[in-house]
């Protein structure tokens, strides 16, 4: 294995550990504030951090021309449709079923790919999606069966990964000429001046921002919306097909979390989902080596 396997796999692994954290640290925040009032106040002081960095630190050039447009694209898919549904999403569902939605993904990103770019997925490929998709459901299995989820939550979720995976394939065929600082900064702010309006439509209550909230919006800002993001962009410069695999490992991190920070059980359905995971990635991993 070179330098170069060796930092895309650290990268990858970082990126889940962080990704799966967004959950559990939504489920926090929430209990002080409206989802939408929440998630916008945390996309746009994302977006204006970054782009602070992006024009103060790093000189970097303003978009131009159709670029708007693309970035525009993009955070109505990566921010707006995806984050904002999935938010509203977790109203009417646990953590624990959330995950089944990040772990989706790769299948609907390599169904997409093989539609929207004229990629020819491979059946190694398929193999470690349907073993990555059987891990996370085994892993879920005790979840699933004591845990309450709505219709209405389910369909949310469905929406929020079609988004999502749309957002990866459209963001991988686009020739970008913007670092990816610069395309994060501005698809997180435009993302978050998009669902603005929602969220004071179906404003209801006053929010209690205590220090919990103040926190969890924190964490989601730095390791998730800036951290976890850059790392995500640069997975999927790669090859989409191959980044959506450590989409994977981001319900087995949430598992975890979520065993320490709320107290859900680890059981032997976990293992075993766990290992079935990990053997996807393997195989996905493997397939691109040869």
Known sequence: MDTSDRRYILTGLLFSMLWA???????????????LVFFTLRFLLAGIMLLGYVYLVGKSRLPIGKEWKQLTIFGALNTTLYLG?????LQYVTPGIT?????????????????LMKRRVKGVEWLSIALGVA???????PLLRDSQATTTGMLL??????????????YAGVGWQLSRTTINAWQVLLGGILIAPFAWLLHKVPSQFDLTVWLSLAWLIVPVSIGAVQLWLRLLKTDAVRASLWL?????????????????????FTLVGTAL?????YLGQQKQQQ
């Open 21 to 35: 954290s967004a959950s559990v640290a939504g489920k926090f925040g929430l209990r002080g504030a409206e989802p």
């Open 157 to 170: 979720l469905a929406a929020s990964m079609v988004a999502y995976s749309y957002g990866s394939v459209y």
């Open 277 to 281: 995971v990990l053997l996807a990635l």
């Open 135 to 141: 891990g996370v459901i085994v892993a879920a299995y």
């Open 85 to 89: 549904l999935f938010v509203v999403a």
């Open 248 to 268: 994977y490992l981001c319900p087995v991190f949430g598992f975890l979390y979520a065993a320490v920070l709320l107290h859900e059980p680890l059981t032997i």
């Open 99 to 115: 995950t089944l939605a990040i772990a989706l993904n790769p299948l609907f990103i390599s169904i997409m790919s093989a539609l």
